[in-house]
């Protein structure tokens, strides 16, 4: 084989894996489509009572809801997990621009993989059946009083508040009563 069959071989493998990791999110929990713009503002109120601890978006895109919570909460870390490598090199490349690398921390995972039991706040926007996978592992992993933002999907069986403004998307805010279930 030439050099030039190697090259291709081996951006095609890289091409393949990035455009695969996109592909992959949307099978196991939800595809990338960023939380509208113009529903910043409820979700920002949706924290209220947050001040300091950590923020986990779970499958935070490209990053916006995170940068928008850094700037309002600036006592706040945030973190966002995310499993699409264009998804992720977005929210990277965007936090750093606007300085915002070090506030809001994007890594790379599957957060199916990742323990929860250090947030304070943890926001979602997904789909049903993600909702339905993460919440015995919200009950298993969160502490009590964590604040629980999911855009759009509600968690079945868990009392909560459903805000709805006019037509808009519905945001649903919880706040865990749950004792950790220990395993
Ligand atoms: C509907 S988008 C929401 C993006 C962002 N949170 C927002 O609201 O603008 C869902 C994101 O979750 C990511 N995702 C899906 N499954 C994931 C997983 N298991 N681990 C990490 N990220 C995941 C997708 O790649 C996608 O970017």
């Known amino acids: 084989m030439s050099g030039l069959d190697w090259i291709f071989i081996v951006f095609g493998g890289?091409?393949?894996f990035i455009l695969f990791t996109h592909g992959y999110a949307g099978i196991i929990a939800a595809s990338w489509v960023p939380t509208w713009g113009k529903d910043y503002g409820r979700i920002i109120k949706a924290f209220e009572g947050l001040?300091?601890?950590?923020v986990i978006d779970l499958g935070c895109g490209g990053g916006g809801v995170m940068r928008v919570l850094a700037r309002e909460y600036p006592k706040a870390r945030i973190i966002g997990?995310?499993?699409?490598?264009?998804a992720w090199l977005i929210a990277q490349l965007l936090n750093g621009?606007?300085?915002?690398?070090?506030?809001?921390?994007?890594?790379?995972q599957n957060f199916y993989n990742v323990s929860l039991r250090d947030a304070d706040a943890v926001y979602c926007f997904l789909t049903?059946?993600?909702?339905?996978?993460l919440k015995p592992?919200?009950?298993?992993?969160?502490?009590?009083?964590?604040?629980?933002?999911?855009?759009a999907f509600q968690i079945h069986g868990w009392e909560g508040e459903r805000l709805v403004q006019d037509s808009s998307v519905p945001i649903f805010r919880y706040i865990l009563k749950y004792q950790r279930i220990s395993k």
């Open 14 to 16: 890289i091409l393949f």
């Open 51 to 54: 001040q300091e601890g950590t």
């Open 128 to 133: 049903p059946m993600a909702m339905k996978k």
């Open 97 to 108: 621009l606007l300085g915002l690398r070090r506030r809001c921390e994007v890594r790379w």
């Open 137 to 151: 592992k919200f009950e298993r992993e969160l502490k009590p009083s964590t604040i629980v933002i999911s855009y």
């Open 81 to 86: 997990y995310e499993i699409s490598v264009p």
